[in-house]
């Protein structure tokens, strides 16, 4: 406590204060716009900005959850948020059960060419996703996977494995070698020590990697739109606000409150599991 | 409880030899310390005996049993690790538990054990905690339980102690070995710390470079040691080191430096020793200051540490470095030549080529 009434540190740190603030106002304000704007009537939005609600903040009558109505049922984006859910939740299951178990392997047995085949994994990071699209679509209607969930779980699966094997693996790799020995003396097969041992123990790392694939794969345009296509069954969210934007462009009410339809889950997902989010982005550099 | 045989055991690390054909006959129900310098290839022993290394050439007995292909859980072992090795998310009734359980012990025998366990260690109101909880000591307390409940053949440390402070590493000492005494279990302990193995083993093997250097009772080691390695690793402060020039005096040898010229008893007398030798005394046998005795050692004196039982005194003689220990009520001033009396019937002599011991 002592450090931080210390006034010379105060000053010392009022550059660095400062810059969080720009950056959080940079973030903070036009999200706040987008907010007000969505309970707004449509005349009101044209004719004043959002930011004269604030003299009179609290007054009824200037909100309404219209829009909101309006776009989850009239635009039909109930669906596609539950068409998100759909996509979402799997693909980054599956993602994060299987880099756990290539983690493991990678980080803790032995077998020949696991260094090349570490390497190999890794490396596919640095392929731009695009390059792929040609590729596999015709393999994906050869297969009947093109516009079905079960496509494009797998590949988000495929796109994400690089990248949260390689953040488990580096989590798992800390592990001390020593719990491994003691496992195996106490009896355990690799299967059990994984199961009972491993996972227990990374379950702050595999949190923080199912956070990041679940955000990515919940604001993914771009292996939806190649994927799924357009329809409304199956689109998600960030497909549906695509087109309303080209069908409805001049609406504001609609597209300010589609917008936070889809930031609402993120933002639960973040303030739930902070914690877990920045031990994650320590994950990779800091050992725990 | 069983003995463990080690015969002819060699392992490679690609091109570096960990350990160098050992062969060592651990008897049963006794404790073996396994000691030497870092890298001197006593972890890697006591992990082929746990069957987490394979050994690359040579036979590993427990029992009767030739284990080298048996896998850790089958050997009936349970070791102790240095940084205990605990399971962090799993209590400690569960870490001392979980060899049990995948035994398939049954689960009131399981209970029965830990808790047998827990009382003998004195972490029965731990049970319920978690390691993060727990003081370095209860932890390695709880590693040890673990070991315990399974009720092995053979116990197996690997440093158990190195990670503890100084106080309570000498009361986990004491309590290991009157644990030893209660179960009377085969025990294989590694350490690299000399009074570790003094104190605890029934038996210890000096070791470095991967071979063993001299495997004999603790005091045996001291009192004499096979070489000269031996003879420097054990004991605290170490021994004292001369070059001397052996030769033979009406029939009695005399080892001669600058400073000193020392006439051995007749029953010490050895004819064959080559010209060139080193001396090795240690601080405990030598006294004075003793002006103008006999086989005296002059010594310049630099430094003086007053340990309350007993005086250290550091100097040169003949720029070779040597430490004496006095009794402490002496005086002893900085910067003066003192003579003192070496113990005749204790000194050692080694050959400077091979190290070994000569006399």
Known sequence: MKSALNPRRFVAKIPLH???????????????????????????????????????????????????????????????????LIISVPATAISTFIASFAAYGFAWMRFHGRKVLF???????????????????????????????PGIWLAHTAYGLPLTTYLVHSFMA????????????????????????????????LASVFIFQFLWIWNDLLVALVYLSAKPNVAPLTVSIANLVTNRGQDWELLTAAAFVSMALPLVVFFSLQRYFVRGILAGSVKG | MAEVTLTNITKRFGDFTAVQSLD??????????????????????????????????????????????????????????????LYPHMDVFNNMAFGLKLRKTPKPQIKERVHEAADLLGITDKLKS???????????????????????????????????????RVQMRTELEQLHHKLQTTTIYVTHDQVEAMTLGDRIAVMKDGVVQQYAPPQRTYDHPANQFVAGFIGSPAMNFLPAKATTDNGRTVLVGTDYRIVLPPERAKSDLPANVVLGVRPEDLDGPAPGAENAIRMTVSVTEQLGHSLLVYGTVDDAQLVASL?????????????????????????????????
């Open chain 1, 18 to 84: 400062l810059t969080i603030l720009v950056f959080a106002a940079i973030w903070i304000i036009p999200t706040l716009g987008l907010l007000i704007t969505s309970f707004r009537d449509p005349t009101n939005i044209a004719g004043t900005g959002w930011w004269t609600v604030f003299p009179k903040l609290f007054s009824g009558g200037q909100y309404s959850l219209e829009n909101y109505i309006g776009v989850l049922r009239g635009e039909g984006l109930a669906r596609s948020f539950l068409n998100s």
């Open chain 1, 119 to 149: 390497m190999l994994v890794v490396g596919l990071m640095v392929i731009p996703l695009q390059m792929t699209f040609i590729p596999i679509l015709p393999i994906y209607s050869k297969l009947r996977l093109a516009g079905t969930f």
């Open chain 1, 174 to 205: 800390g592990i001390p070698k020593d719990l491994f020995d003691s496992a195996a003396i106490d009896g355990a097969s690799p299967l059990k020590t994984f199961w009972r041992i491993v996972i227990p123990i990374s379950v702050p790392a």
């Open chain 2, 24 to 85: 060592m006959e651990i008897e049963d129900g006794k404790f073996t310390v396994l000691v030497g310098p870092s890298g001197c290839g006593k972890t890697t022993t006591l992990r082929m005996v746990a069957g987490l290394e394979e050994a690359t050439e040579g036979e590993i007995k427990i029992g009767d049993r030739v284990v080298n292909r048996v896998p850790p859980k089958d050997r009936d072992i349970a070791m102790v690790f240095q940084n205990y090795a």
């Open chain 2, 130 to 168: 978690k390691p993060r909880e727990l003081s370095g000591g209860q932890r390695q307390r709880v590693a040890v339980g673990r070991a315990i409940v399974r009720n092995p053949k053979v116990f197996l440390f690997d440093e158990p102690l190195s990670n503890l402070d100084a106080k309570l």
């Open chain 2, 327 to 359: 009794d402490p009520h002496r005086s002893v001033a900085v910067d003066s030549s003192i003579d003192l009396t070496v113990n005749l019937e204790t000194l050692h002599v080694f050959d400077p080529e091979t190290q070994e011991t000569l006399l």
